[in-house]
C-alpha cells in the first residue's frame, strides 16, 4: 500500500525539520509553498521531500489543498493532509494501513488542537485528512473540508485507534484573513450552515457582538442547521455575546435553550454554571455541575472544548459545596480537581482551607 503526505506551507522553515521527521513514514511527502521568504522550501527539499513553489492569488485555502493535492502521484492508495505546525506521533502509518481495508474511502483519527501551558491535552477531538486519491476535492475558502465526489462508490469512512496528531501552533501567526474568507465562503454558499456558524463564531472573536447574534440566530434558522451539537454552540455563543452586552438575562435563556438541544453535551452546562458562580448562586452551580459530570463519554467531534474535561468543573462543584456547608463533599471535589492540575497553588491552597474545616468539624 502506497501512502503520501500532502501539504501547503508558508514561511514555516522554524517547523519544517520536526514536522518532515513525523512524516517520513510516508512513501512520499509532497509540499506546495505559497511564497516562502525564509528558506522553507529549500529546507524541505533538502530534507527529501518533493516541493513545488506557486502562489495562489487570490488567497484561499482550498485552493491552495487541491493544488498539492495534485502533486500526489496518481498511483497512490492513501493521502494524508497535514500542516507543517503538525506533528505524528509514530507508527501512525502501521495503524493506518492496519485499519484501511477494501472499500474504504477516508479515515478519521485523534487530533490534539493544542497543550496546556503545563504540557497537557487541551482541546482534543477527531480529524479526517486520510483520504483516498481519487473521488476527493477541498472545498471552502477557508475552514475547508472534504467533499467526496465519486458518485459510483459509496464513500466509507474508518476510525483509527491510536492514530494520533498534533497540533503546536504558532502563536504569533495572524487569523486576519479569516474573517473575509468566512464572509467570502457565506456569499458563495449562503445555505452553507456550517460556514455560518463559523462566520458567527468568528464574529464573536472579533468582538463584534451584535454580529455575532444576527448571524447564529441565522444559522439556528437554516433548514439544514439539524445538527444539535452545532445548534448548541452557536446558543450558547450567543449567550456570550449577550453577556459582553451586559444582559445576562438573555444570555442564562440561552445557555437553557443550549443545554435543551443537546442534554449529552457538558459544555452548556459547564458555561451556565460558570455564569451563576459569578453571582455567587451556589445551589445553581451544584445542579450544572453535577449534570455535567454524570456525561462521562467524551465526544469526537470539534464541538468538545477542554475545560469541560479538565478539572473545571470539580473546581467549581468543591466552592459550591464549601459555600453550602458540605465540607466533606467539597475535599474530595476540590481533590478531584487538583488530579487534572496537581500544581495548582489556588487548589492546593482551597484544598488545605477545606481540610483544615473538615477537621474543625
Request: net charge negative.
Amino acid at each position: 500500500m502506497k501512502i503520501c503526505v500532502y501539504a501547503i506551507c508558508k514561511n514555516e522553515s522554524c517547523f519544517a525539520q520536526r514536522w518532515y521527521r513525523s512524516m517520513a513514514e510516508a512513501d512520499g511527502i509532497f509540499v506546495l509553498d505559497t511564497g516562502s521568504e525564509d528558506g522553507t522550501a529549500e529546507l524541505l527539499r533538502e530534507l527529501g521531500a518533493q516541493v513545488t513553489v506557486e502562489e495562489i492569488i487570490p488567497w484561499r485555502f482550498d485552493v491552495a489543498r487541491n493544488r498539492s493535492l495534485e502533486l500526489v502521484p496518481e498511483d497512490c492508495d492513501i493521502c494524508v493532509c497535514t500542516d507543517l505546525d503538525e506533528v505524528f506521533e509514530p507508527g501512525w502509518r502501521t495503524l493506518l494501513e492496519q485499519a484501511w481495508t477494501a472499500g474504504t474511502t477516508q479515515a478519521a483519527y485523534r487530533y490534539t488542537w493544542n497543550f496546556n501551558s503545563d504540557g497537557t491535552e487541551g482541546y482534543v477531538f477527531w480529524i479526517e485528512k486520510a483520504h483516498a486519491r481519487q473521488g476527493y476535492r477541498w472545498i471552502h475558502p477557508v475552514h475547508e473540508v472534504l467533499q467526496y465526489t465519486d458518485s459510483r462508490v459509496p464513500a466509507r469512512k474508518i476510525y483509527v485507534e491510536g492514530m494520533q496528531l498534533n497540533h503546536h501552533a504558532d502563536p504569533n501567526k495572524s487569523r486576519a484573513q479569516y474573517l473575509p474568507l468566512l464572509e467570502q465562503a457565506v456569499w458563495e454558499d449562503p445555505e452553507d450552515d456550517r460556514n455560518m456558524h463559523y462566520l458567527g463564531r468568528e464574529y464573536l472573536f472579533r468582538g463584534q457582538w451584535d454580529r455575532c447574534i444576527r448571524t447564529l440566530q441565522y444559522h439556528l434558522n437554516m433548514p439544514k442547521a439539524t445538527w444539535a451539537d452545532e445548534r448548541a454552540a452557536s446558543m450558547r455563543f450567543i449567550a456570550r455575546a449577550y453577556i459582553q452586552k451586559g444582559d445576562r438575562g438573555a444570555a442564562r435563556a440561552w445557555y437553557w435553550r443550549a443545554i435543551a438541544e443537546a442534554p449529552h453535551l457538558r459544555e452548556p452546562y459547564l458555561e451556565l454554571a460558570k455564569m451563576l458562580y459569578e453571582e455567587k448562586n451556589w445551589d445553581g452551580v451544584l445542579y450544572l455541575t453535577g449534570c455535567a459530570l454524570a456525561i462521562e463519554h467524551r465526544p469526537r467531534s470539534y464541538i468538545c472544548e477542554s475545560e469541560a474535561w479538565g478539572g473545571l468543573l470539580w473546581d467549581l462543584r468543591s466552592l459550591g459545596l464549601f459555600y453550602t456547608g458540605r465540607m466533606e463533599e467539597a475535599l474530595n471535589a476540590v481533590r478531584r480537581a487538583l488530579e487534572f492540575t496537581p500544581k495548582d497553588e489556588r487548589l492546593k491552597k482551597n484544598a488545605e482551607l477545606i481540610g483544615r474545616a473538615v477537621s474543625a468539624d
